[in-house]
Nanobody, 120 residues
Framework: QVQLVESGGGLVQPGGSLRLSCAAS????????MGWYRQAPGKQRELVAT???????NYADSVKGQFTISRDNAKNTVYLQMNSLKPEDTAVYYC??????????????WGQGTQVTVSS
């Protein structure tokens, strides 16, 4: 099992910045993909960004150039730097980890979510 613990959410004014962190613990394999998803009220959960252990990144078009994902493999921690925040970025942000287990089956884990509210 893998546990994911997010931190760094909160209330920020439009144009402000926040940095989310997600620390993973448990049975983590050396090759995995970590990422961030978000869910706004009344909407489906959507991809924000992902990053592999090799450092390959993928971003939703809506956050390219605004958000930056990074990770520290030694700490099994992923970060999301969010700049120039807009009210439409308001959502619960969820950390995600995907890896292949010893049977080569895909395992997926989610954090509990952290609220980000962008409002004046």
């Amino acid at each position: 099992q893998v546990q994911l613990v997010e931190s760094g959410g909160g209330l920020v004014q439009p144009g402000g910045s926040l940095r989310l962190s997600c620390a993973a613990s448990g049975s983590i394999f050396s090759i995995n993909t970590m990422g961030w998803y978000r869910q706004a009220p009344g909407k489906q959960r959507e991809l924000v960004a992902t990053i592999t252990t090799a450092g390959s990144t993928n971003y939703a078009d809506s956050v390219k150039g605004q958000f930056t994902i990074s990770r520290d493999n030694a700490k099994n921690t992923v970060y999301l730097q969010m700049n120039s925040l807009k009210p439409e970025d308001t959502a619960v942000y969820y950390c995600n980890l995907v890896q292949r287990n010893r049977l080569a089956r895909r395992d997926e884990y989610w954090g509990q979510g952290t609220q980000v509210t962008v409002s004046s």
